[in-house]
Structure formats: C-alpha cells, structure tokens
T-cell receptor
C-alpha cells in the first residue's frame, strides 16, 4: 500500500464548478499535512497546510480527519488558472523520517471555459 | 520569502557522462536540503537528504555511488549523476528547509522551499 494515495483523476470541470479531492495516508503517526500545487514541468508550490480543525484560504478549504487518515481539498468557483496537479503531502514522524515530505501521486485538474 | 535556485535548468548529455546539478538557498542558510526525482506522470520521490558538513542519507533503492551528493556550505548542495544512462532521464528537484523564525540555524520542521528543477535528458 502506498504511503499517500490520491485519485489521479483527471478531473475536468467547467469554470465556476466546485471540485473536491481526497487523499488517504497509511502512517497514523504522521505529523503534518499539506496540499501542494504543481504546474506542468514546474516545481511544486505550497498551496496550504491542513489542520484537524479545517482551514480555509479564499476559495480553497482543506480538512483533515486523523481518525480516518483522510485529507481533503475543496475548490469553489473554479478558475481556468486552477488547472494543475494537486499533490497531497504528509511529513514523517521522527527519527530518520524527520521533516521528510511524502508525496501522493497527484490529482490532475483541468478547468475548461 | 525564501528562494531556492537550481542550475542548470535543463541539460542534455550523452550516455556515460556525469552531470552536476547545483541547488542554492539564496536568502537563507539551509542545514538540510532534499533531492527529489520525478518521472513523467509520477509524483516526486525523495532520493536523499543532504546535510551540511556530513554524509547524505539516501532513501532505499537509491545508489549512493551513482548519485553523489555534496553539501559543502550552508547555501549549496550539489547532486552529481555519475555515468548517466537514458533511464536516469528525469526531472530533478531540490528543496531546502529554512530556519525557524527567530532561531537561526534551527531548520523549520516541515516547511520546504523547492528549486525550479533540472530536467535531465540522457541520450
């Protein structure tokens, strides 16, 4: 089983749509959780951190359910510029895993006019 | 914000040659840098953790004699792909952990800034 699993998509949605991505992780002791965005042939960029209480940044809402080991990202009012690959990322717990980022395979989103 | 650069941004080389990729933290000192590799349509895979002044820690399955890492200063780590072959063609990305706010020299636990990547093509 992969450490971080995502539905690879692709998700094709019209502008203005709401789209949700899901992610599960296998290590129950994982410490920190993030969503990164990666544009084609570019480096990943941090989109937002994910907290158990849930957090929102404009049109983006992230949720973490530690009991289910499940992370979600909701994008409202999709824009063409949201088209990218969204990476679910988890950090290690300590020891040799200290500070290491483990990436999911990514979910491809294409927003069309 | 913290800036990480990589050089070169792309390189094409013949099979059997060695290629060196540089990763620099431009406005902060990084005691730890990470090297990733990304094949087409796949996610980033951590290759190794580069620690300033000490040996790199390699992930399982990554050949340390093929991928030489040197972290000679607090702002520079290099990855050398020795005797490159076509299967080494990939997108190589480094990242660096900035210091924790107010604690120079103590790396942030989970924040990493990524370089723009180096696309290596081995013919």
């Amino acid at each position: 089983r992969k450490e971080v699993e995502q539905d690879p998509g692709p998700f094709n949605v019209p502008e203005g749509a709401t789209v949700a991505f899901n992610c599960t992780y296998s290590n129950s002791a994982s410490q920190s959780f993030f969503w990164y965005r990666q544009d084609c042939r570019k480096e990943p960029k941090l989109l937002m951190s994910v907290y158990s209480s849930g957090n929102e940044d404009g049109r983006f809402t992230a949720q973490l359910n530690r009991a289910s080991q499940y992370i979600s990202l909701l994008i409202r009012d999709s824009k063409l510029s949201d088209s990218a690959t969204y990476l679910c990322v988890v950090t290690g717990t300590g020891g040799t895993s200290y500070g290491k980022l483990t990436f999911g395979q990514g979910t491809i989103l294409t927003v069309h006019p | 914000g913290a800036v990480v650069s990589q050089h070169p941004s792309w390189v094409i080389c013949k099979s059997g040659t060695s290629v060196k990729i540089e990763c620099r933290s431009l406005d902060f000192q990084a005691t730890t840098m990470f090297w990733y590799r990304q094949f087409p349509k796949q996610s980033l895979m951590l290759m190794a953790t580069s620690n300033e002044g000490s040996k790199a820690t390699y992930e399982q399955g990554v050949e340390k004699d093929k991928f030489l890492i040197n972290h000679a200063s607090l702002t520079l780590s290099t990855l050398t792909v020795t005797s490159a072959h076509p299967e080494d063609s990939s997108f190589y990305i480094c990242s660096a952990r900035p210091p924790r706010p107010g604690l120079a020299g103590v790396p942030s636990y989970n924040e990493q800034f990524f370089g723009p990547g180096t696309r290596l093509t081995v013919l």
